[in-house]
């Protein structure tokens, strides 16, 4: 059973480009989560998504970032013109509701985003 | 709001001595507690996690923690390091707001010396 599975693994953008990070949640997961991680920093919410329905962007900057989970297919996290700042780790976690193990959320290994 | 604290960014153990990595809680309702290990350039690994069912957890690689509401707080344990042990950990609380939101400590990096 394969773990939820993120790519690229690396990305490396300069200024001004958009970046696309991609996850695919565990096999029967509808749920998923995007985290961010700056350096020598915990994890921060940024947004958790149900197929095709944003379900809190609460932890979302209000621009350039957005984020999809469609119907077929991985949740894409988007980032439209990049700055330095949005270098950091971005990790992608998905759960499912039902049976003992709902709410555990399983972490992907996280595309590390680098703005030259 | 919840949030947790993690006391000391870094510990360090000699191999074989106790691992005690402090972690405490701020929450208006029974909180979700878990513990994540994250090894160097890879994703996060749920340790353990306390849901009520018992106050004392036990969780993989021979780490436990304990619940004490009192205290607000649920420090991490280990009896015995093992250099495969060196990695950051961090302390989460889930926040019930319709669904689980997972609120990271900053973390404590755990260095273990021969």
């Known amino acids: 059973n394969a773990g939820v599975m993120q790519n690229p693994r690396h990305l490396v953008r300069r200024r001004g480009q958009e970046a696309r990070l991609r996850c695919s949640p565990m096999?029967?997961?509808?749920?998923v989560y995007w985290y961010r991680q700056l350096p020598e920093e915990g994890l921060k919410f940024m947004v958790y998504?149900?197929?095709?329905?944003?379900?809190?962007e609460s932890g979302m900057p209000k621009e350039r970032f957005s984020a999809e989970f469609p119907k077929e297919g991985p949740s894409i996290l988007r980032i439209q013109q990049v700055v330095r700042g949005d270098s950091a780790a971005y990790f992608c976690?998905?759960?499912?509701?039902?049976?003992?193990?709902?709410?555990?959320?399983?972490f992907g290994p996280g595309t590390r985003l680098t703005v030259t | 709001a919840q949030s947790v604290t993690q006391l000391g960014s870094h510990v360090s153990v000699s191999e074989g001595a106790l691992v005690l990595l402090r972690c405490n809680y701020s929450?208006?309702?029974?909180?979700?507690l878990f513990w994540y290990v994250q090894y160097p350039n890879q994703g996060l690994q749920l340790l353990l996690k306390?849901?009520?069912?018992?106050?004392l957890v036990k969780g993989i690689n021979g780490f436990e923690a304990e619940f004490k509401k009192s205290e607000t707080s649920f420090h991490l344990t280990k009896p015995s390091a093992h250099m495969s042990d060196a990695a950051e950990y961090f302390c989460?609380?889930?926040?019930?707001?319709?669904?689980?939101?997972?609120?990271f400590g900053t973390g404590t990096r755990l260095l273990v010396s021969p």
């Open positions: 929450s208006s309702v029974p909180p979700y």
């Open positions: 306390y849901t009520s069912a018992a106050t």
């Open positions: 998504l149900q197929k095709e329905n944003i379900i809190d």
């Open positions: 989460v609380v889930g926040e019930e707001t319709g669904f689980q939101k997972l609120v």
């Open positions: 976690a998905s759960s499912t509701i039902s049976g003992e193990t709902s709410y555990e959320q399983y």
């Open positions: 096999k029967g997961h509808s749920h």
